[in-house]
């Protein structure tokens, strides 16, 4: 029986992400709906389903905004032809890429620009691979694993760099790294970790509660990468777990014998859906809840300057 919750702290929205909603909330404030959304403004159904609420429409490709819209951004970035597109069809844009990922990109069009092959590590088919691929198409490959590096074939071993997707797994991305350095002994990389700090801590919350957790439930939409990178790092470090919406997604056959559960939520997931789990669970008889903090956060990034522009104009 359940006797104890701990919540990982720190958990749920990181400044990127609490960025890119409130973008799109003041967009709709000073434009009125609808305002178009390219891909989910960032990984979570329940935010994207309030903001759809408030009239944001969401589509999968610039191209299928009416011309002279307005159209948002998602926080995981694009590339330049889209950029391009949306000003062909004269669009409004609001770009809400996170900065940390935009950072990545200047990375690549920088090693680009010096004939460097450049090296992304991360997974195929995500929005922000896809975003940075883009910068220069030419120039990039991807890799997914410690395999993919041993089979990489690349024309001139002198000039190779490395770029990563900013939600992976930090052991899993450094064991690339360390394959990388080993094959590529010239191999040169960005002058930070491209992983962003809010995955590398929450990654770090979990690792270091897992082992006092008989399970661990974290909250985050299946389609988000930093969140089922928590599941795997809570089951590494000895703890059963598993990926969840929100509460009404736990199983009961999940918390036979589990006296201990650890909650945490990935980047992209609201506070109040981890609530609604505690709840749950109170409602259930545990009154032992208590923060697991490893880390305090008070980064904070600013709108996007379009924003911050029409608003100063409205005196708001």
């Known amino acids: 029986m ?7 702290s720190p958990r749920g ?4 992400v609490d960025r890119a909603v409130q973008t799109v909330e003041r967009a709709l404030e000073l434009y009125g709906a609808p305002v178009y959304v390219r ?15 408030r009239g944001a429409v969401f589509v999968e490709q610039e191209t299928e905004v009416p011309e002279g819209s307005t159209v948002v951004f998602s926080a995981h970035g694009v ?3 889209v950029h391009a597109n949306a000003a062909a069809r004269e669009l409004r844009t609001i770009d809400a890429t996170c900065p940390l990922v935009t950072k990545v990109h200047r990375e690549a069009v920088k090693f680009a620009g010096e004939g460097y092959t450049i090296v992304l590590i991360g997974h195929s088919g995500h929005e922000e691979v896809e975003g940075t691929m883009g910068e220069a198409p030419d120039h990039i490959v991807l890799v997914e694993s410690e395999e993919d590096v041993d089979a990489l074939e690349i024309a001139d071993p002198e000039r190779v760099a490395y770029i990563s997707q900013t939600t992976l797994s930090v052991d899993e991305t450094h064991s690339i790294i360390v394959r990388l350095r080993e094959k590529f002994p010239h191999i040169t990389g960005p002058r930070t970790d491209d992983i962003c700090y809010a995955t590398t801590n929450r990654q770090a919350a979990v690792k270091q509660m897992a082992g006092e957790c008989d399970l661990v439930l974290v909250i985050g939409s299946r389609n988000s990468s930093n969140s089922q990178r928590l599941v ?5 470090y000895g703890a059963e777990a598993h990926l969840i919406d929100n509460q009404t997604q736990v199983q009961e056959a999940w918390l036979d014998g589990k006296e201990t559960v650890g909650i945490s939520s990935g980047a992209s997931a609201p506070e109040e859906l981890v609530q609604q789990l505690v709840g749950f669970f109170r409602d259930r008889g545990v009154d032992d809840v208590s923060e697991f903090e490893v880390v305090s956060e008070d980064v904070r990034f600013m709108l996007p300057k379009s924003i911050r522009q029409a608003l100063a104009a409205q005196g708001t």
Request: glycine share 2%.
């Open 79 to 81: 590339s330049p032809a």
């Open 232 to 236: 795997e790092v809570a089951r590494d």
């Open 39 to 53: 891909k989910e403004i960032v990984h979570n159904k329940h935010v994207v389903e309030k903001l759809r609420e």
């Open 13 to 16: 929205y990181c400044a990127g």
């Open 2 to 8: 359940v006797k104890r919750l701990l919540l990982a």
